[in-house]
């Protein structure tokens, strides 16, 4: 191992052990610093942090022009920035060539989401479908309701337990990015559709490997994952609404401008979803005001009078 396989390996243990970052974030950090520490192999570079130059870190940049697209040179370039700032603050290096990259500019497309009608279509979707047992039905009801009505995320659905859910109260913990804990409420439709859900999901306790306190079980009583809610949500999406592209994200999307539309503030959002910064949630706001202005367009007497 040479020095710079051992810095990264520094890096990756920080990310898991004191940041307690999600082992899918880890593997991303390291597949681009493993391509670096290949590109910097090849090119005959130091394999060493402490040697490496500004000049190195844009060739290797420079190499992966016209294969990448802005988006994923920017996750590269911030890689790059937190690996090197680390390795500055543990006193491995005395300066940071990171530090002089700049990122390319990258258009962020607006969230897509669905109107209120055609949430609650979606929403509504598994109690007509004739094809699904009723188990999975009202599992199902009870999926789509958290990720629209909570707003969660679906990695942090997939890993709900029994003991996070406060029917009473109507809240959940939500074990968020970075380990952050946060409460999430849900109404009285979220909190009948946990209740028929609570009544059945026995019936699917059959696997001995799965955890007791599950909350969302599959259909042979196994653990639920990402990829079968992110299944689920498309099924419903075209039965409801007609949108077999529908992701669990657009829904985290609709509950959070329908809740921006009907007079909540930024901040409480951002509670809510669990957003480290509120510019994130702020991307909202540009949704609400270019519904406002079709509205506008469309139905005030002013919006097509001639000036």
């Known amino acids: 191992m040479d020095e710079l396989d051992a810095q990264i390996a520094l890096f990756l243990g ?122 999975l039905r009202l599992r199902d009801t009870l999926m789509l309701e958290l990720l629209y009505a909570a707003g969660i995320r679906v990695s942090e659905l997939a890993g709900l337990r029994l003991g996070a859910v406060d029917r009473e109260g109507r809240q959940i913990r939500v074990m968020g990015k970075g380990q952050k804990e946060r409460l999430a409420p849900f109404g009285g439709p979220c909190a009948e559709a946990l209740d028929a859900w609570l009544a059945v999901r026995s019936s699917l306790v059959t696997a001995k490997t799965v955890p007791a306190d599950a909350l969302l079980l599959g259909a042979r009583g196994t653990h639920l994952t990402v990829r079968q809610i992110q299944n689920v949500v498309r099924r419903y999406g075209a039965l409801g609404a007609g949108r077999g592209d529908l992701h669990p994200h657009a829904l985290r999307h609709t509950c959070a401008t329908h809740l921006l539309d009907a007079g909540a503030d930024l901040r409480t959002i951002q509670e809510l979803l669990g957003h480290a910064s509120l510019t994130t949630t702020q991307r909202y706001t540009h949704v609400s005001v270019d519904r406002l202005m079709a509205v506008y367009d469309k139905a005030h007497p002013l919006a097509h009078e001639p000036r």
Do not use: C, M, W
């Open 14 to 135: 920080f990310l898991r052990d004191e940041r307690r970052s999600t082992e899918t974030s880890v593997k991303t950090y390291e597949r681009t610093l493993r391509e670096f520490h290949g590109f910097a192999r090849s090119k005959g570079l130091p394999l060493d942090a402490r040697k490496l130059t500004l000049v190195a870190l844009r060739g290797y940049l420079a190499s992966l022009f016209g294969d990448n697209q802005s988006a994923t040179l920017s996750r590269k370039i911030a890689t790059l920035r937190s690996f090197f700032r680390f390795l500055l603050r543990r006193g491995v290096l005395s300066s940071n060539p990171a530090a002089g990259l700049r990122s390319p500019k990258v258009a962020r497309p607006l969230p897509r989401f669905l109107t209120i009608d055609e949430a609650f279509r979606v929403v509504a979707a598994p109690g007509e479908d004739a094809h699904r047992d009723e188990a």
